[in-house]
């Protein structure tokens, strides 16, 4: 069994599906980051960066001590390696797909992430910051559908490099973009999108991206304006 620490955010999401993907037996446990749930204690022992998603793998491969994980990156490359799927043991293979997975980590999810906000949870509109994460999501967009013009998924064969991207393109309204300007990338995001762990992993989620009322400022406080002594 593994324990899920969860919200509905794209990083959340990543890793919920690939735990669909595998049809590995697991539990989720809802952080409420607006309720500044992930500064808590339990949760901080877990993952000290107070973000989701978390991990606790209670059953790791060769037994021993449970696992507990954080940054969304590494637990998919765990969870990938304990089952020895969705990521291949040829050197040239698993380079092709550390190489994308290590793209959106440092690439295409902050960015996307900065546009997002701005769109979406900034109390007032920066022209700027719209503009320069835009234009910066627009050319990582891009990035993927050129990758994607001659082959099937991001690294040849399924792989965590598409389960890591996916949840980062689902919000691309939200992101100003358009997916007709991208059809390579249109094209693979539909076949994503109708996979059955897809369909699961989605189900019933909270769209973080939907139109909203303003946050509260104590709600602001927990989600945005952490300082290094950062507490609830």
Sequence with gaps: MIDLY???TPNGLKAKLFLEEALLPYR????SLSKGEQFKPE??????????????????AGGGEPVALFESGAILLY???????????????????????????AGLGPMAGQIGHFNVYAPEKVPYAIERYTRETARLYGVLDRRLAD?????????????????WIVPHEAHGQDLAAFPHLQRWFAGMATRPASLRTY??????????????EEERR???????????
């Excluded at 189900?203 to 946050?215: G, H, I, K, S, T």
């Excluded at 927990?222 to 950062?230: D, E, H, I, K, P």
């Design 79 to 105: 969870l990938a390696e304990k089952i020895g799927r969705f990521i291949t043991q040829d050197i040239h293979g698993r380079a092709e797909v550390l190489q994308w997975l290590f793209w959106q980590m």
């Design 6 to 8: 969860f919200s509905a």
């Design 43 to 60: 949760f901080l022992a877990i993952s000290p960066n107070n973000k989701i998603p978390a991990i606790v793998d209670h059953a790791p």
């Design 203 to 216: 189900q019933d989620v909270e769209n973080v991206y939907a139109p909203r009322q303003a946050l509260s």
């Design 151 to 167: 082959r099937p998924f991001i690294a040849g064969e399924f792989s965590i490099a598409d389960i890591a991207c996916y949840p």
């Design 222 to 232: 927990l989600l945005f304006n952490q300082g290094s002594q950062a507490r609830a």
């Design 28 to 31: 989720v446990l809802p952080v």
